[in-house]
Nanobody, 124 residues
């Protein structure tokens, strides 16, 4: 089993920045990809981006490309989502997720473990 705990959400004005953290524990060596998703009220959970647990490969949704970046601290078993130039439409609950298999890693069904989510609210 793997446990994921997100932190760092909050309220920020449009144009501002936030950094989310996702601390992983448990059978981390079984993991291949760490992803971030978000879910706004009344909408489906959507892919934000991912980073491979080994190596530096990252991939982002078009909606956040150039504004968000994902990094990893292996010593702390923690993944970060740096969010810059935030927009009101970025308001959502953000989830960290972990995937044990090799794949595209852009859909909800591919991920095996999920954090509890952290609220991000961007005011206009």
């Amino acid at each position: 089993q793997v446990q994921l705990v997100e932190s760092g959400g909050g309220l920020v004005q449009a144009g501002g920045s936030l950094r989310l953290s996702c601390a992983a524990s448990g059978r981390i060596l079984t993991l291949y990809t760490m992803g971030w998703f978000r879910q706004a009220p009344g909408k489906e959970r959507e892919f934000v981006g991912y980073i491979r647990w080994r190596g530096d490969n990252t991939y982002y949704a078009d909606s956040v490309m150039g504004r968000f970046s994902i990094s990893r601290d292996n010593a702390k078993n923690t993944v970060y989502l740096q969010m810059n130039s935030l927009k009101p439409e970025d308001t959502a609950v953000y989830y960290c997720a972990a995937d044990r298999s090799i794949g595209a890693a852009t859909s909800v069904v591919e991920y095996d473990y999920w954090g509890q989510g952290t609220q991000v609210t961007v005011s206009s």
